[in-house]
């Protein structure tokens, strides 16, 4: 008989209503920034083929809108593809069309850089966000930015020409 209340006093449903079964947990390899005046969700860079990589994430601007009007990566002035505009209290994905693209060492993929954004009010994040290789999960990711040349291609006269690129419809991982 003690046995048997042991098994049930000892086994993890009786532990507390606390437990890790009863916290929902969404794992993402990016990282968030949930306080201040904007804020990011599963901020992580995708590496591409040709030295750079791709800013990939959501951002919030949280009670006001904001104005990303420039960025770093690990004390570096990064050129954005544009101002990034962010509407109050709407989560903004940002990475299929190239906002922010930084140069960077290919040794980097899996290691962590920092990334700051400022906005025109003066308000900065700070986010040290992870670098990834390039897979399918993150094909809607840009790899260039807006207008930037492509990268020269070899053809023949025998080859059909290659379809013209489309806007991504779906939120960027």
Not at 24 to 49: H, K
Request: glycine content about 8%.
């Amino acid at each position: 008989m003690i046995a048997l209340a042991s098994t049930f006093a000892l086994s993890a449903c009786g532990t507390n209503f606390n437990a890790q079964t009863n916290n929902s947990y969404q794992a993402s390899v990016g990282t968030n920034v949930r306080d201040g005046a904007i804020q990011v969700f599963n901020a992580l860079f995708v590496a591409n083929d040709n030295g750079t990589a791709t800013f990939s994430g959501a951002l919030l601007a949280p009670g006001e809108d904001q104005e990303i009007v420039s960025a770093t990566v690990d004390g570096k002035e990064v050129e954005l593809a544009a101002p990034i505009e962010l509407k109050a209290d709407t989560l903004l994905t940002v990475g299929a069309f190239g906002e922010i693209i930084v140069e960077l060492d290919p040794k980097e993929v899996g290691g962590n850089v920092d990334l700051v954004l400022t906005a025109a009010s003066g308000e900065k994040l700070k986010v040290s966000a992870i670098v990834v290789a390039r897979t399918d999960r993150y094909k809607n990711v840009a790899e260039a930015a807006p207008g930037a040349p492509a990268a020269p291609e070899s053809s023949t006269a025998d080859e059909s020409p290659a379809p013209e690129e489309t806007e991504a419809t779906e939120a960027a991982h």
